[in-house]
């Protein structure tokens, strides 16, 4: 399995960082999700994920926004190789 292939957001794990490929929202979240720093070509990173279905805490330069699931799962990333320690 390619583990850089892409996916949504909501899909990442802890700790993973992504490229920001596309956005499928509308327009009024786009600018919302754009005014936070979420735009295409911007590194995103999961930082948490809350039990049960709840947001994601990701990390965006130095900003940090708690997204809906269902908004994650409409935004397309491309997840960066992984460093070694």
Not at 62 to 84: F, G, K, N, S, Y
Request: hydrophobic residues 45%; aromatic residues 0%; contains cysteine.
């Amino acid at each position: 399995m390619n583990t850089n292939a892409p996916r949504n957001l909501e899909n990442l794990e802890c700790g993973q960082a992504a490229s920001i490929q596309a956005m499928s929202v509308g327009a009024e979240l786009h600018a919302r999700l754009s005014a936070l720093g979420l735009r295409p070509g911007r590194l995103v990173e999961v930082i948490r994920r809350a039990a049960m279905g709840g947001p994601l805490h990701v990390r965006v330069g130095t900003t940090e926004v708690m997204l809906r699931r269902r908004e994650a799962a409409r935004i397309l990333v491309t997840p960066e190789p992984a460093l070694d320690s």
